[in-house]
């Protein structure tokens, strides 16, 4: 029998970032455990292959209800090699929760996935110490805190009123390390709701698709059919409406033809919240994710934009070999684009100078290997195969 419907609340969604192995899965698994929702414990939580490494890969969207809110909740990959994932599933959320192991403090990642943030409009981070149990010291506690508070400083928060939680995920279920967990659960309750406009034309960035095969009985044509998953970013979307899809391959068009909220079929869905869209007369080898689903018409995508550029400043931490930290970019720079969903070359043009060093904030021109949807973007980022080049925003849509 289908689960219940969850009340409808206002959604919030949230991304759990941090450095590797911080505990953002089993604070994760912890919050399923005391919301109303499906409770879930660590490993349901990772598949096979992150179940042998230990080592979460895909950023896992999952569902759950507090008191007066419906939570779309994403764990993000702490490993530096998913950036990628973790980048695309912060484009969806309107607050991060940070968390930081009160053994080692903030390190690289934890700076990293706050630029993140920073770059793609995230106002509001809650801060959750982990893996308290493993420490004594309450001085050594209120150091890390410190250190954490002028980590959020540097990277554009505001440090002196985020909340900052105490607690251990790992040990959750235990009398002594619960009120933390509540203490979480009422932060995400009085975090700010974003407003969303729902009465603008449609914009559903895709963040996954899946295929599904209609007509499987003997005799009877395959009709393929795509099942786009995103967040609404604007507008309103129902079954029936005609769509279009538009970004990197030619323009598509379909119809909506089942809407799903997690595992619930709907009528609706508005913006601010999570959709999967089956999309009719579209196979899914012609949907790449990053494309963006729109009402027929309503958007244009563009390839040049003229870009503020901010360049991370070098550090001096060295945590890997093949990580060489933040380094100058020149005019033909290749990084790859992060905006919204989408993930695409682009070359970079430096109209003033010839250069740019770490640390500099400078006038650029992106030119994107594909067209894709740039208008109202709230902001993207630049990486190459090691390290961020820098994060943005756009000033001027070209052509
Ligand atoms: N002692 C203790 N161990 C913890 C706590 N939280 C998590 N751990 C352990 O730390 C290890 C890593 O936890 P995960 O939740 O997988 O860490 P993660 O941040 O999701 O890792 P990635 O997603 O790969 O970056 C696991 O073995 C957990 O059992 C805690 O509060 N106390
Ligand atoms: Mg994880």
């Not at 995920?169 to 009120?179: I, K, L, M, N």
């Not at 894709?372 to 925003?393: K, Q």
Request: aromatic residues 4%.
């Amino acid at each position: 029998m289908a689960p219940p419907a969850p009340p409808r609340l206002p959604t919030l969604a949230v991304g759990v970032i941090g450095h590797v192995h911080d505990g953002k899965t089993a604070l994760t698994a912890a919050l399923t455990r005391i919301t109303a929702g499906q409770p879930r414990t660590h490993e349901q939580l990772l598949d096979y292959c992150e179940r042998l490494t230990g080592i979460t890969v895909l950023a896992k969207c999952i569902e759950y209800c507090t008191e007066r809110r419906r939570i779309v909740h994403w764990d993000c990959p702490g490993h530096p090699d998913r950036c990628k994932n973790t980048i695309k599933a912060l484009s969806q959320v309107d607050v991060v929760i940070l968390v930081v192991s009160a053994a080692a403090g903030p390190r690289e990642q934890t700076r990293e996935h706050l630029q993140y943030a920073r770059a793609l409009a995230v106002t509001h981070v809650i801060v959750f110490l982990n893996m308290c149990d493993l420490l004594d010291s309450p001085e050594l506690l209120d150091l890390v805190e410190l250190e954490t508070r002028e980590l959020l400083h540097a990277c554009g928060f505001d440090g002196d009123t985020a909340p900052v939680i105490r607690g251990s995920a790992a040990q959750a279920d235990r009398d002594e390390w619960r009120e933390p967990l509540y203490a979480l659960r009422d932060a995400l309750d009085a975090a700010p709701l974003r407003i969303h406009d729902a009465a603008g034309a449609l914009l559903l960035p895709v963040v996954r698709t899946y295929s599904r095969w209609f007509g499987r009985r003997a005799g009877a044509a395959q009709v393929p059919s795509t099942v786009l998953a995103g967040r609404i970013e604007r507008g309103t979307l129902r079954t029936g409406d005609m769509l279009e899809l538009v970004g990197h391959a030619p323009t598509r068009r379909g119809q909506c033809v089942q809407l799903r909220a997690f595992d619930r079929v709907v009528d609706e869905l508005a913006a601010g919240e999570s959709a999967g869209c089956q999309l009719g007369e579209v196979p899914p080898w012609e949907v790449t994710p990053g494309m963006v689903l729109t009402s027929p018409d309503a958007l244009t995508t563009h390839r040049r934009v003229i870009a503020r550029l901010s360049l991370p400043p070098r550090t001096s931490a060295r945590p890997r070999s093949s990580w060489r930290g933040p380094s100058a970019i020149a005019s033909g720079y290749r990084p790859h684009l992060y905006v919204r969903t989408a993930d695409i070359t682009c070359t970079i043009m430096l109209p003033d100078a010839s250069r740019a060093e770490p640390g500099e904030r400078v006038a650029a021109e992106l030119v994107l290997d594909v067209p894709t949807v740039l208008a109202g973007a709230p902001g993207f980022i630049l990486r190459d195969a090691h390290s961020t080049v820098a994060t943005g925003e756009i000033v001027e849509l070209l052509d």
